[in-house]
């Protein structure tokens, strides 16, 4: 074999050997995004975590099926849900979205017309309801450290609701 065969057979095996690496990879899960793992265990998302805690356990994620419409009508129900409103309005202030997401987030009156029973309108419930849909999918996947827990208590507060029917 001339030296020449014998390189040109030794990087079309490299090559192979870079696709066969990548399609290994790829079925071990090693490019999949939902996932966070380590060698040792999955780690820990402010979404898991939230879920595992007793007071969540019978609540369903914000961001769920039907949830929308529910949440926005008893957003201005005086009867409904009372603690988790008292929740909502005494948090949405210092939550935080960046980029053009942080125009979303509603004024200091709709705030107050939160914790007022009957004072919120449509348009106010619907401004509450996406920005914190918006930033609780924001926090959803941040990984979850125990030494600080605001902002995850927040998370816990705002992003998880009783199936209240509305």
Do not use: R
């Not at 201005?76 to 980029?99: A, R, V, W």
């Not at 348009?123 to 995850?152: M, P, Q, R």
């Amino acid at each position: 074999m001339t030296p020449q065969v014998a390189v040109g057979t030794g990087l079309g095996g490299l090559a192979a050997a870079g696709v066969g690496g990548s399609a290994i990879a790829y079925a071990a899960g090693a490019f999949e995004g939902k996932e966070k793992k380590t060698d040792e265990n999955t780690i820990k998302t402010y979404f898991t975590e939230a879920k595992k805690d007793n007071t969540n356990a019978n609540k369903k994620y914000i961001g769920g099926d039907g949830q929308d419409v529910k949440v926005k009508k008893w957003l201005k129900e005086s009867d409904k849900e009372k603690q988790y409103k008292k929740d909502l309005g005494d948090n949405l202030g210092s939550m935080e979205l960046s980029g053009s997401a942080s125009n979303d987030k509603p004024t200091e009156e709709m705030i107050n017309n939160l914790k007022t029973p009957n004072k919120l309108d449509e348009s106010a419930a619907t401004k509450i309801y996406d920005f914190t849909h918006k930033w609780c999918e924001a926090k959803k996947g941040l990984t979850y450290d125990v030494n600080s827990t605001t902002e995850f208590d927040i998370f816990k507060k705002v992003c998880f609701v009783n199936d209240v029917d509305s």
